[in-house]
C-alpha cells in the first residue's frame, strides 16, 4: 500500500504572515519612501494606504478610516502637521507617527506636538524603530 501523497508539495514554501487586518496610512511626497514603507509594512501583515498629497489622503480616510497614520512633515501641497489637525478633526483617537527627515529635539515634541503626534519617528532611523513604534501604538 503506497503513501497518499499531500495534493501540493509545501517544501521550500516562506510561511505566510497572518494578516492583522490592521489598516495603515501612510502619507509622503517621496515616492521610494511611499514604495519602501507599502512593501515592508505589507510584509509584516499589515494593509496599506498610500498618498503623496493632502487630497489622496483625505480620499483615503474618506473611504477607510485607518488604524494609524504616518505622516511626512514636509509635504508638497501642505504641511504635515496642518494635514494631520484637518484629519484629527475625523479621526480624533487614531494615532499618528511623523516620520520626517527634519530633526527635532525630544523638549520641541514634548512641549510642542504632543497633542498633535503620537510619536516622532527619524526616516534615518532604523526600520525596525518604526515598527515597535507601530506596535506600540496599535496593538498598546
Known sequence: MSATRPPFDTS????VVPRSGRHILV???E???LDLLQEYLSAHGYRVST???AHQAKSVVEKEAPHLIISDLQL???DGLQLIEQLRVVLPRTPVILLTGVLFDSNVIED???WKISCYVSKTAPLQDLMKEIHRLING
Open 27 to 29: 502619507i509622503d511626497d
Open 112 to 114: 510642542n506636538l504632543k
Open 12 to 15: 521550500g514554501l516562506t510561511p
Open 76 to 78: 508638497e501641497d501642505t
Open 31 to 33: 515616492q521610494p519612501i
Open 51 to 53: 498618498a503623496s498629497n
